[in-house]
């Protein structure tokens, strides 16, 4: 940093034009002083300002500047600094992300760790990364986080961790912090007795938990979670473990409002899997206790396997489909999902849905995002499903395959007609040819 200090000094004497050049006697003396008044300007800048400064920076960087100075060093071991961290972790030479340096991490668990409040680990799909995160995980014994995430860039990384070793670990962060507001353990192996430990020490703190695609859990491990963290008011999980029992436990008079329920509807056996119902008064108990709620599904299975859903009310607000969707439960969705804010569809075999998008506009009166691929549907049930809607519409992606010319228009004319009734230009979202 100093030599950079002394370049910029001596480009701008050199360059200046309002600035006589000195003679060769005393320019060395004057490159000096502007040299020593530049460090003495970052050096004297307030412990908040380079505080500021420093949570910007990636960690390698923030360590090298704390040696510019004492002051600057000083800031470096601020707690604040050390509240939110996110330890990378991947074996990888090709990875996107930097790997946090070993020495680095243990310098963090010994100096700062009970300074540790926000904490993420980031890890590729390598089991090495995965298991030097739960080593990390199992020394946080003297810090006690808010919130934890344990985010895999790329499956399974945790799920090929050995589960005991996993479990074990993450205990340790459950028994010492008390104070667990948000935690974030999707594709892990955490498992029931866990969880009660989790609830034990942090049932009055907890409002946010993500855990889809946890086999290890039951229906009983989630329902201990909504008896006796009356707070919670996000929660994210795979359909196999929602049940009536826990829809109940999430609408008692003691709970709070819930904000946002997602669901993942996943098909581990294509083919042989039977997927529960719901009851349509399990669903109408939470609606009343929580009229706000949004309820995100994402679909992950094949056509046949939709007969369990949408035979009853269901008040889902977004809807994503990742696979084929059955004609048939596209024709209930417009039947049965009165509350739809939000619909995407990423493939529906070579059958037009034109009846469907036309039930789905006349029935979803709170509709305004709409997502079509890989599926057909006819240039004027496209134009008319966009004039049932009209300006509530404010978000409208359609691939341009998706839409099929007819005697009424073609994909020259409907962007005219559907930019007509939207109230402003709309085209087809097209795929660049590379």
């Given at each position: 940093?100093?030599?950079?200090?002394?370049?910029?000094?001596?480009?701008?004497?050199?360059s200046?034009?309002?600035?006589?050049?000195?003679?060769?006697?005393?320019?060395?003396?004057?490159?000096?002083?502007?040299?020593?008044?530049?460090?003495?300007?970052?050096?004297?800048?307030?412990?908040?300002?380079?505080l500021?400064?420093?949570?910007?920076?990636?960690?390698?960087?923030?360590?090298?500047?704390s040696?510019?100075?004492?002051?600057?060093?000083?800031?470096f071991?601020?707690?604040?600094?050390?509240?939110?961290?996110?330890?990378?972790?991947?074996?990888s030479?090709?990875?996107?992300?930097?790997?946090?340096?070993?020495?680095?991490?243990?310098?963090?668990?010994?100096?700062?760790?009970?300074?540790?409040?926000?904490?993420?680990?980031?890890?590729?799909?390598?089991?090495?990364?995965?298991?030097?995160?739960?080593?990390?995980?199992?020394?946080?014994?003297?810090?006690?986080?808010?919130?934890l995430?344990?985010?895999?860039?790329?499956?399974?990384?945790?799920m090929?961790?050995?589960?005991?070793?996993?479990?074990?670990?993450?205990?340790?962060?459950?028994?010492?912090?008390?104070?667990?507001?948000?935690?974030?353990?999707?594709?892990?192996?955490?498992?029931?007795?866990?969880?009660?430990?989790?609830?034990?020490?942090?049932?009055?703190?907890?409002?946010?938990?993500?855990?889809?695609?946890?086999?290890?859990?039951?229906?009983?491990?989630?329902?201990?979670?909504?008896?006796?963290?009356?707070?919670?008011?996000?929660?994210?999980?795979n359909?196999?473990?929602?049940?009536?029992?826990?829809?109940?436990?999430?609408?008692?008079?003691?709970?709070?409002?819930?904000?946002?329920?997602?669901?993942?509807?996943?098909?581990?056996?294509p083919?042989?899997?039977?997927?529960?119902?719901?009851?349509?008064?399990?669903?109408?108990?939470?609606?009343?206790?929580?009229?706000g709620?949004?309820?995100?599904?994402?679909?992950?299975?094949?056509?046949?396997?939709?007969?369990?859903?949408?035979?009853?009310?269901?008040?889902?607000?977004?809807?994503?489909?990742?696979?084929?969707?059955?004609?048939?439960?596209?024709?209930?969705?417009?039947?049965?999902?009165?509350?739809l804010?939000?619909?995407?569809?990423?493939?529906?075999?070579?059958?037009?849905?034109?009846?469907?998008?036309?039930?789905?506009?006349?029935?979803?009166?709170?509709?305004?995002?709409?997502?079509?691929?890989?599926?057909?549907?006819?240039?004027?049930?496209?134009?008319?499903?966009?004039?049932?809607c009209?300006?509530?519409?404010?978000?409208?992606?359609?691939?341009?395959?998706?839409?099929?010319?007819?005697?009424?228009?073609?994909?020259?004319?409907?962007?005219?007609?559907?930019?007509?009734?939207?109230?402003?230009?709309?085209?087809?979202?097209?795929?660049?040819?590379?």
């Open positions: 940093m100093k030599r950079n200090s002394v370049s910029v000094v001596n480009k701008i004497v050199q200046s034009p309002a600035v006589k050049q000195p003679k060769v006697g005393f320019y060395s003396s004057l490159s000096h002083t502007h040299m020593h008044t530049v460090l003495l300007d970052w050096g004297s800048l307030p412990h908040h300002v380079v500021r400064i420093f949570q910007y920076l990636p960690l390698i960087d923030r360590a090298r500047a040696s510019v100075c004492r002051k600057w060093n000083e800031v071991h601020i707690p604040d600094l050390w509240r939110k961290f996110e330890f990378e972790l991947n074996q030479a090709t990875s996107y992300f930097k790997s946090t340096h070993p020495d680095l991490i243990q310098q963090i668990i010994k100096k700062h760790a009970t300074h540790l409040q926000y904490v993420s680990l980031k890890v590729d799909s390598s089991t090495e990364s995965a298991e030097a995160a739960c080593d990390i995980l199992s020394q946080l014994v003297n810090c006690s986080l808010q919130t995430g344990l985010i895999s860039t790329a499956k399974p990384s945790f090929n961790v050995s589960k005991s070793h996993f479990v074990s670990a993450l205990t340790v962060v459950f028994v010492n912090s008390k104070s667990l507001s948000s935690v974030k353990i999707e594709d892990t192996p955490v498992d029931d007795p866990s969880l009660k430990i989790l609830v034990a020490n942090n049932s009055d703190t907890l409002r946010l938990l993500k855990m889809s695609s946890c086999p290890h859990v039951s229906s009983d491990g989630i329902l201990c979670i909504a008896d006796h963290c009356q707070g919670l008011r996000e929660l994210a999980l359909y196999y473990i929602l049940s009536d029992e826990l829809l109940l436990a999430l609408s008692s008079e003691t709970h709070v409002r819930l904000e946002h329920l997602r669901i993942d509807v996943v098909s581990e056996n083919g042989q899997v039977e997927f529960h119902t719901i009851k349509k008064q399990s669903w109408d108990a939470l609606i009343k206790h929580s009229p709620v949004n309820v995100v599904m994402y679909f992950f299975l094949y056509e046949e396997e939709f007969e369990a859903f949408f035979r009853e009310e269901t008040p889902v607000t977004n809807l994503y489909f990742g696979r084929s969707v059955s004609k048939a439960a596209l024709g209930r969705i417009g039947l049965n999902c009165p509350r804010i939000e619909l995407v569809v990423c493939a529906n075999g070579l059958q037009t849905l034109d009846d469907e998008l036309i039930c789905i506009a006349e029935c979803c009166k709170n509709l305004t995002a709409l997502g079509l691929s890989e599926c057909e549907v006819s240039c004027s049930a496209f134009v008319d499903f966009v004039r049932r009209g300006k509530r519409l404010t978000h409208l992606s359609i691939m341009e395959d998706v839409l099929i010319p007819d005697g009424n228009y073609n994909l020259d004319e409907i962007h005219t007609e559907v930019s007509k009734y939207l109230g402003r230009i709309w085209f087809p979202d097209v795929l660049p040819i590379w």
